[in-house]
């Protein structure tokens, strides 16, 4: 059974950098594509970033083109997200999850989700 978790959330001051870290056990690591989406309080899960197990990868151009990079490092088992230029509206708890397929921003494609870490950015 797969499972994920993520690592690398805290505190952080406006314009810091961040990477986030989600390790993913259980399963074919190369057979997953892996997403990370973020909820803030009282609003709606968001797609962040999803990466395919060849690499392939997207970016919510809204929220994070620019500023955020997704990566993975398959002899690790791991999902990287690495943001710079947090912003106060970055604050929330972010989650990877995991699918087997194309990469994709739909949360409800996604099979298995980690418990996630949250980020708080301070102005």
């Known amino acids: 059974q797969v499972q994920l978790v993520e690592s690398g959330g805290g505190l952080v001051q406006a314009g810091d950098p961040l990477t986030l870290s989600c390790a993913v056990s259980?399963?074919?690591?190369?057979?997953?594509?892996v997403g990370w989406f973020r909820q803030a309080p009282w609003k709606e899960r968001e797609f962040v970033a999803s990466?395919?197990?060849?690499?392939?990868?997207?970016v919510n151009v809204d929220s994070g083109q620019g500023r955020f990079t997704i990566s993975r490092d398959n002899a690790k088992n791991t999902v990287y997200l690495q943001m710079h230029s947090l912003k106060p509206e970055d604050t929330a708890a972010y989650y990877c999850?995991?699918?087997?397929?194309?990469?994709?921003?739909?949360?409800?494609?996604?099979?298995?989700w980690g418990q996630g870490t949250r980020v708080t950015v301070s102005s």
């Open positions: 259980g399963g074919n690591f190369g057979n997953y594509a």
């Open positions: 990466i395919g197990a060849s690499g392939g990868s997207a």
């Open positions: 999850a995991a699918k087997t397929g194309h990469f994709s921003a739909s949360p409800t494609s996604y099979t298995t």
